[in-house]
Protein backbone atom coordinates (compact mmCIF):
# COMPACT_ATOMS: atom_id res chain seq x y z
CA UNK A 1 0.00 0.00 0.00
CA UNK A 2 1.00 3.44 -0.68
CA UNK A 3 -0.34 5.01 1.88
CA UNK A 4 -0.38 4.35 5.67
CA UNK A 5 -2.88 1.76 7.43
CA UNK A 6 -2.99 2.98 10.31
CA UNK A 7 -4.61 6.97 11.35
CA UNK A 8 -2.17 9.05 10.28
CA UNK A 9 -0.27 7.68 12.62
CA UNK A 10 2.67 5.58 11.44
CA UNK A 11 6.23 6.03 13.48
CA UNK A 12 9.94 5.23 13.26
CA UNK A 13 9.42 2.74 16.85
CA UNK A 14 6.39 1.76 17.86
CA UNK A 15 5.40 -0.05 21.20
CA UNK A 16 5.01 -2.80 18.76
CA UNK A 17 8.81 -2.78 17.77
CA UNK A 18 7.79 -2.20 14.39
CA UNK A 19 9.54 0.44 12.21
CA UNK A 20 7.18 2.40 9.83
CA UNK A 21 6.60 5.56 8.29
CA UNK A 22 9.48 8.72 8.06
CA UNK A 23 8.54 11.60 10.38
CA UNK A 24 5.76 13.93 9.70
CA UNK A 25 6.98 16.87 7.05
CA UNK A 26 9.08 19.43 8.98
CA UNK A 27 6.10 22.07 8.23
CA UNK A 28 3.73 19.81 10.20
CA UNK A 29 5.92 19.66 13.26
CA UNK A 30 6.63 22.86 13.38
CA UNK A 31 3.33 24.16 13.12
CA UNK A 32 2.30 22.26 15.77
CA UNK A 33 5.13 23.32 17.83
CA UNK A 34 4.73 26.72 17.25
CA UNK A 35 0.24 26.96 18.15
CA UNK A 36 0.75 24.60 20.96
CA UNK A 37 2.56 26.93 22.86
CA UNK A 38 -0.24 29.44 21.94
CA UNK A 39 -3.44 27.44 22.14
CA UNK A 40 -3.04 23.80 23.46
CA UNK A 41 -6.00 23.40 22.81
CA UNK A 42 -6.17 24.83 19.32
CA UNK A 43 -2.92 22.35 18.44
CA UNK A 44 -4.71 19.51 19.87
CA UNK A 45 -7.95 20.08 17.54
CA UNK A 46 -5.62 20.26 14.20
CA UNK A 47 -3.64 17.13 15.58
CA UNK A 48 -7.51 15.34 15.49
CA UNK A 49 -7.66 17.14 12.50
CA UNK A 50 -5.11 15.42 11.20
CA UNK A 51 -5.67 11.57 12.88
CA UNK A 52 -9.13 11.57 11.70
CA UNK A 53 -8.87 12.29 8.14
CA UNK A 54 -8.10 9.24 6.06
CA UNK A 55 -5.05 8.68 3.61
CA UNK A 56 -6.33 8.07 0.02
CA UNK A 57 -5.15 4.74 -1.70
CA UNK A 58 -5.00 4.08 -5.30
CA UNK A 59 -7.26 1.85 -6.60
CA UNK A 60 -5.39 -0.96 -8.67
CA UNK A 61 -6.87 -1.62 -12.13
CA UNK A 62 -7.44 -5.48 -10.45
CA UNK A 63 -9.38 -4.25 -7.80
CA UNK A 64 -11.17 -1.79 -9.92
CA UNK A 65 -12.57 -4.61 -12.38
CA UNK A 66 -13.95 -6.65 -9.88
CA UNK A 67 -15.44 -3.38 -8.41
CA UNK A 68 -17.07 -2.82 -11.74
CA UNK A 69 -19.07 -6.40 -11.71
CA UNK A 70 -20.91 -5.29 -8.34
CA UNK A 71 -24.22 -3.86 -7.66
CA UNK A 72 -24.00 -0.19 -6.33
CA UNK A 73 -25.51 1.23 -3.66
CA UNK A 74 -25.13 4.09 -1.49
CA UNK A 75 -25.84 4.93 2.38
CA UNK A 76 -25.17 7.20 5.00
CA UNK A 77 -23.13 6.63 8.46
CA UNK A 78 -23.47 9.41 10.49
CA UNK A 79 -24.12 11.95 8.35
CA UNK A 80 -21.53 11.11 5.49
CA UNK A 81 -22.02 9.12 2.06
CA UNK A 82 -20.74 5.80 1.78
CA UNK A 83 -20.50 3.81 -1.09
CA UNK A 84 -21.34 -0.01 -0.81
CA UNK A 85 -21.38 -3.05 -3.13
CA UNK A 86 -23.15 -6.26 -3.04
CA UNK A 87 -22.29 -9.61 -5.81
CA UNK A 88 -23.84 -12.66 -5.93
CA UNK A 89 -27.36 -14.30 -5.37
CA UNK A 90 -29.96 -12.20 -2.84
CA UNK A 91 -31.13 -14.98 -1.26
CA UNK A 92 -27.95 -16.29 -0.30
CA UNK A 93 -25.90 -16.11 3.00
CA UNK A 94 -24.17 -13.04 2.96
CA UNK A 95 -20.21 -12.14 4.17
CA UNK A 96 -19.20 -8.80 4.92
CA UNK A 97 -16.10 -7.24 4.26
CA UNK A 98 -14.44 -3.90 5.83
CA UNK A 99 -11.54 -2.69 4.86
CA UNK A 100 -9.03 -0.97 7.21
CA UNK A 101 -7.43 2.60 7.56
CA UNK A 102 -6.81 4.39 4.44
CA UNK A 103 -7.93 1.29 2.71
CA UNK A 104 -11.01 0.99 0.27
CA UNK A 105 -13.34 -1.75 -0.70
CA UNK A 106 -10.49 -2.56 -3.36
CA UNK A 107 -8.18 -4.09 -1.25
CA UNK A 108 -10.68 -7.17 -0.34
CA UNK A 109 -11.65 -7.62 -3.60
CA UNK A 110 -9.64 -10.77 -3.51
CA UNK A 111 -12.41 -12.65 -1.27
CA UNK A 112 -14.65 -11.86 -4.02
CA UNK A 113 -14.90 -14.38 -6.25
CA UNK A 114 -14.08 -17.14 -4.14
CA UNK A 115 -16.68 -16.21 -1.81
CA UNK A 116 -19.07 -16.28 -4.49
CA UNK A 117 -17.95 -20.01 -5.57
CA UNK A 118 -18.65 -21.09 -1.98
CA UNK A 119 -22.21 -19.65 -2.42
CA UNK A 120 -21.78 -16.49 -0.15
CA UNK A 121 -23.21 -13.40 -1.43
CA UNK A 122 -20.85 -10.81 -0.78
CA UNK A 123 -20.76 -7.23 0.44
CA UNK A 124 -18.26 -4.23 0.79
CA UNK A 125 -17.89 -0.88 1.49
CA UNK A 126 -15.95 2.04 1.14
CA UNK A 127 -16.30 3.80 4.32
CA UNK A 128 -16.96 7.30 4.83
CA UNK A 129 -13.59 9.50 4.01
CA UNK A 130 -12.38 6.18 1.95
CA UNK A 131 -11.83 5.09 -1.63
CA UNK A 132 -15.21 6.21 -4.04
CA UNK A 133 -16.82 7.76 -0.36
CA UNK A 134 -16.45 11.70 -0.31
CA UNK A 135 -13.59 13.07 1.97
CA UNK A 136 -14.84 12.88 5.44
CA UNK A 137 -13.57 12.99 8.91
CA UNK A 138 -14.31 9.68 10.68
CA UNK A 139 -13.01 7.64 13.64
CA UNK A 140 -13.42 3.92 14.54
CA UNK A 141 -17.80 4.62 14.97
CA UNK A 142 -17.56 5.16 11.29
CA UNK A 143 -16.41 1.47 11.12
CA UNK A 144 -18.12 -0.16 13.43
CA UNK A 145 -22.19 2.11 11.87
CA UNK A 146 -20.28 1.06 8.61
CA UNK A 147 -20.72 -2.93 9.45
CA UNK A 148 -23.94 -2.15 11.09
CA UNK A 149 -25.63 -1.10 7.96
CA UNK A 150 -23.78 -3.69 5.67
CA UNK A 151 -25.85 -6.11 8.00
CA UNK A 152 -28.80 -4.33 7.75
CA UNK A 153 -28.55 -4.28 3.88
CA UNK A 154 -28.11 -7.62 3.97
CA UNK A 155 -30.73 -8.63 6.21
CA UNK A 156 -29.60 -9.48 9.42
CA UNK A 157 -30.63 -12.97 10.02
CA UNK A 158 -28.94 -13.56 6.05
CA UNK A 159 -25.72 -12.44 7.36
CA UNK A 160 -22.71 -15.41 8.06
CA UNK A 161 -19.94 -14.05 8.57
CA UNK A 162 -17.32 -11.07 8.25
CA UNK A 163 -14.01 -10.60 6.60
CA UNK A 164 -12.21 -7.43 8.18
CA UNK A 165 -8.67 -6.00 8.08
CA UNK A 166 -6.61 -3.79 10.09
CA UNK A 167 -8.75 -1.35 11.46
CA UNK A 168 -11.95 -2.67 10.20
CA UNK A 169 -10.99 -5.31 13.01
CA UNK A 170 -10.88 -2.96 15.37
CA UNK A 171 -14.44 -1.50 14.20
CA UNK A 172 -16.00 -5.32 13.85
CA UNK A 173 -14.63 -5.86 17.41
CA UNK A 174 -16.52 -2.99 18.72
CA UNK A 175 -19.67 -3.38 17.01
CA UNK A 176 -19.74 -6.98 17.96
CA UNK A 177 -19.30 -5.81 21.69
CA UNK A 178 -22.23 -4.07 21.16
CA UNK A 179 -24.48 -6.54 20.30
CA UNK A 180 -24.08 -6.76 16.45
CA UNK A 181 -24.59 -10.75 15.54
CA UNK A 182 -22.12 -12.34 12.79
CA UNK A 183 -21.90 -16.09 13.32
CA UNK A 184 -18.35 -16.10 12.60
CA UNK A 185 -15.23 -13.66 11.91
CA UNK A 186 -12.04 -13.78 10.40
CA UNK A 187 -9.39 -10.72 10.85
CA UNK A 188 -6.72 -9.82 8.82
CA UNK A 189 -3.60 -8.56 10.05
CA UNK A 190 -5.89 -6.72 12.84
CA UNK A 191 -4.88 -3.14 14.80
CA UNK A 192 -5.66 -4.20 18.59
CA UNK A 193 -3.72 -1.92 20.82
CA UNK A 194 -4.37 1.65 20.35
CA UNK A 195 -1.52 3.00 22.40
CA UNK A 196 0.43 1.84 19.52
CA UNK A 197 -1.81 4.45 17.75
CA UNK A 198 -1.02 7.23 20.26
CA UNK A 199 3.02 6.47 20.04
CA UNK A 200 2.77 6.66 16.73
CA UNK A 201 1.54 9.94 16.13
CA UNK A 202 3.75 10.76 18.91
CA UNK A 203 6.89 10.06 17.23
CA UNK A 204 5.76 11.10 13.63
CA UNK A 205 5.12 14.94 14.65
CA UNK A 206 7.65 15.02 17.85
CA UNK A 207 4.43 16.73 19.83
CA UNK A 208 3.98 16.40 23.95
CA UNK A 209 2.33 13.51 25.43
CA UNK A 210 0.40 16.15 27.25
CA UNK A 211 -0.79 17.33 23.82
CA UNK A 212 -1.43 13.92 22.71
CA UNK A 213 -3.68 13.29 25.78
CA UNK A 214 -5.63 16.61 25.12
CA UNK A 215 -6.16 14.72 21.45
CA UNK A 216 -7.48 11.60 22.51
CA UNK A 217 -10.02 13.85 25.69
CA UNK A 218 -11.43 15.65 22.38
CA UNK A 219 -12.02 12.41 20.40
CA UNK A 220 -13.44 10.76 23.56
CA UNK A 221 -15.83 13.51 24.23
CA UNK A 222 -16.53 13.91 20.48
CA UNK A 223 -17.68 10.44 20.07
CA UNK A 224 -18.77 9.65 23.95
CA UNK A 225 -16.40 6.69 24.34
CA UNK A 226 -12.96 5.85 26.13
CA UNK A 227 -10.52 4.11 23.91
CA UNK A 228 -9.21 2.22 26.60
CA UNK A 229 -12.45 0.78 26.77
CA UNK A 230 -13.04 -0.42 23.68
CA UNK A 231 -9.58 -0.93 22.16
CA UNK A 232 -10.16 -5.02 20.90
CA UNK A 233 -7.85 -6.66 23.79
CA UNK A 234 -9.93 -5.04 26.46
CA UNK A 235 -13.15 -6.33 24.56
CA UNK A 236 -12.37 -9.54 23.19
CA UNK A 237 -12.29 -11.68 26.30
CA UNK A 238 -16.45 -10.89 26.50
CA UNK A 239 -16.41 -12.00 23.11
CA UNK A 240 -17.83 -15.62 21.98
CA UNK A 241 -18.04 -15.23 18.19
CA UNK A 242 -15.79 -18.44 16.40
CA UNK A 243 -12.63 -15.86 14.93
CA UNK A 244 -9.52 -17.14 13.21
CA UNK A 245 -7.23 -14.45 12.61
CA UNK A 246 -4.39 -13.93 10.03
CA UNK A 247 -1.40 -12.47 10.37
CA UNK A 248 1.72 -12.12 8.50
CA UNK A 249 5.33 -12.32 10.48
CA UNK A 250 6.20 -9.73 8.02
CA UNK A 251 3.56 -7.30 8.21
CA UNK A 252 4.97 -3.56 8.32
CA UNK A 253 2.04 -1.98 9.61
CA UNK A 254 0.58 -3.26 12.07
CA UNK A 255 2.92 -6.04 14.24
CA UNK A 256 1.93 -9.81 14.90
CA UNK A 257 1.98 -9.16 18.07
CA UNK A 258 -0.98 -7.42 18.11
CA UNK A 259 -3.09 -10.20 16.67
CA UNK A 260 -1.60 -12.41 19.18
CA UNK A 261 -2.40 -10.25 21.95
CA UNK A 262 -6.10 -10.43 20.49
CA UNK A 263 -6.09 -14.48 20.39
CA UNK A 264 -4.77 -14.49 23.58
CA UNK A 265 -7.57 -12.62 24.90
CA UNK A 266 -10.47 -13.90 22.26
CA UNK A 267 -12.08 -17.53 23.69
CA UNK A 268 -11.50 -20.07 21.36
CA UNK A 269 -9.73 -17.63 18.93
CA UNK A 270 -7.45 -19.36 16.28
CA UNK A 271 -4.04 -17.45 14.68
CA UNK A 272 -2.33 -18.48 11.18
CA UNK A 273 0.38 -16.67 10.45
CA UNK A 274 2.10 -16.52 6.86
CA UNK A 275 5.42 -15.45 5.85
CA UNK A 276 7.16 -12.09 3.38
CA UNK A 277 3.20 -11.03 2.52
CA UNK A 278 3.07 -8.30 4.52
CA UNK A 279 -0.19 -6.04 5.39
CA UNK A 280 -1.82 -6.00 1.92
CA UNK A 281 -0.48 -8.89 -0.40
CA UNK A 282 -2.08 -11.10 2.47
CA UNK A 283 -5.53 -10.25 1.53
CA UNK A 284 -5.15 -11.69 -2.03
CA UNK A 285 -2.69 -14.39 -1.28
CA UNK A 286 -4.29 -17.59 -2.38
CA UNK A 287 -3.81 -19.99 0.78
CA UNK A 288 -4.65 -17.16 3.13
CA UNK A 289 -8.08 -16.64 1.44
CA UNK A 290 -8.66 -20.25 1.39
CA UNK A 291 -7.99 -20.40 5.36
CA UNK A 292 -10.46 -17.66 5.33
CA UNK A 293 -13.22 -19.28 2.89
CA UNK A 294 -13.09 -22.38 4.46
CA UNK A 295 -12.72 -20.84 8.47
CA UNK A 296 -16.75 -19.29 6.74
CA UNK A 297 -17.96 -22.34 5.50
CA UNK A 298 -16.92 -24.67 8.96
CA UNK A 299 -14.63 -26.61 7.65
CA UNK A 300 -10.93 -24.36 8.96
CA UNK A 301 -7.71 -26.14 10.10
CA UNK A 302 -6.06 -23.12 11.24
Not at 52 to 62: C, D, I, V, Y
Request: aromatic share 6%; with cysteine; net charge neutral.
Amino acid sequence: MNQPDVAFAKTQKSTTGRSYEPPAPKWVKTGLSALSAVSPQAAAGVLQHLFTTPPRTRLRAEEAAVLATARRWQSHVRGEIMRGYEWGEATAPAVLLLHGWGGHAGHMSGMVEPLLAAGYRVLAVDVPGHGDSPRAQVALPHFHEALEEMARRAGHDAVHGVIAHSFGAAGTTYALSRGLHIPRAVFVGPMTQFGALWDAVRNRTGVSQGLIQRMITRMEARYCLGFDEVEPVALAGDLTTPLLVLHDLDDDKVSVAQGEALVARWPGAALRTSNTLGHLKILKDQASVNAAVAFLTRTATP
